[in-house]
């Protein structure tokens, strides 16, 4: 059994700042990229941020100098630092993670159940 749990939402004015986390734990033999995705009400779930095991990045471009994603592997973890938070950055985030499992020996995807961000204006 694999999990990820995150961790770090809540509500913030515009402007302000969220740092949310991602622990994922069970039978991992490795994990490839990890990643942040997000959906708003009545939207569809959008990518916003991933990192692979090497440190490269990517981001949607509507987050683009706002967010920083980082991860420690030792930790099995994935960081989204959300910076100058906007109105439209309000949506549930996801984290996801392409990781292999020990046993059954098996590679596939996995997600988080998602924590609440909601930016007032």
């Known amino acids: 059994q694999v999990q990820l749990v995150e961790s770090g939402g809540g509500l913030v004015q515009a402007g302000g700042s969220l740092r949310l986390s991602c622990a994922a734990s069970?039978?991992?033999?490795?994990?490839?990229?990890m990643g942040w995705y997000r959906q708003a009400p009545g939207k569809q779930r959008e990518l916003v941020a991933t990192?692979?095991?090497?440190?490269?990045?990517y981001y949607t471009d509507s987050v683009k100098g706002r967010f920083t994603i980082s991860r420690d592997n030792a930790k099995n973890t994935v960081y989204l630092q959300m910076n100058s938070l906007k109105a439209e950055d309000t949506a549930v985030y996801y984290c996801?993670?392409?990781?292999?499992?020990?046993?059954?020996?098996?590679?596939?995807?996995?997600w988080g159940r998602g924590t609440q961000v909601t930016v007032s204006s």
């Open positions: 996801n993670a392409d990781l292999v499992t020990r046993v059954p020996y098996h590679r596939g995807d996995y």
């Open positions: 069970g039978s991992i033999f490795s994990i490839n990229a």
């Open positions: 990192i692979t095991n090497g440190g490269r990045t």
